[in-house]
Each structure stands twice: as structure tokens, then as C-alpha cells.
């Protein structure tokens, strides 16, 4: 019987360590440092997102690998995906 993928649609998969963006997945390094420079790197393009070859969208990624490593920037990711939920939940009720 074959396994099936986890259904996740958006975050980090900790039992492949994939970065998991709709259907796309992106194997993360195993090097803890690595990781963390890579999400750094991604965070500062994208503040360069004005710029023709790097964009905006470079942010919302880095933090998403940071997130991995960095209690704070999880803590912050939950935060705003808890306050995403209730907000698209009370929209939905009206």
C-alpha cells in the first residue's frame, strides 16, 4: 500500500523538512545555519523588492524558513495565522 503525502497546503512539513506552497515543494538544507541564512538572504531581497530581479514575495518565504529555526518568528507566524482564521471565519458569518 502505497504511503500517502501529507495535505498540507501551506508551511513547513517537519517529517520531509519541504517547504510546502500550494502543490510546490522545496527540500530545506539539513544544516541548521544554512537554513538560517538562506531565510535571512530571502527577507533582505525582498526589501529590495523594487528591484527587477527580486520581489516582495521574497519575505513572506524567509520568514517561513526562519520560522522553522526561530521560536520568536513562529510564535509571530501562529499569531498572525490564528488572527487570518478568525478573521476569515467572522467574514464568512456575516
Given at each position: ?9 501551506f ?65 509571530q ?18
Amino acid at each position: 500500500m502505497a504511503t500517502k503525502k501529507n495535505d498540507m497546503k501551506f508551511g513547513i512539513d517537519p517529517r520531509t523538512r519541504e517547504i510546502v506552497v500550494g502543490s510546490f515543494r522545496l527540500k530545506l538544507p539539513e544544516s541548521r545555519w544554512l537554513r538560517t541564512l538562506i531565510g535571512v538572504l530571502l527577507v533582505f531581497g525582498g526589501l529590495l523588492g523594487f528591484l527587477p530581479v527580486l520581489g516582495f514575495w521574497m519575505v513572506p518565504l524567509g520568514l517561513l524558513v526562519l520560522s522553522h529555526d526561530s521560536h520568536f518568528v513562529r510564535r509571530q507566524r501562529r499569531r498572525l495565522a490564528v488572527w487570518w482564521a478568525s478573521r476569515k471565519a467572522r467574514r464568512s458569518a456575516r
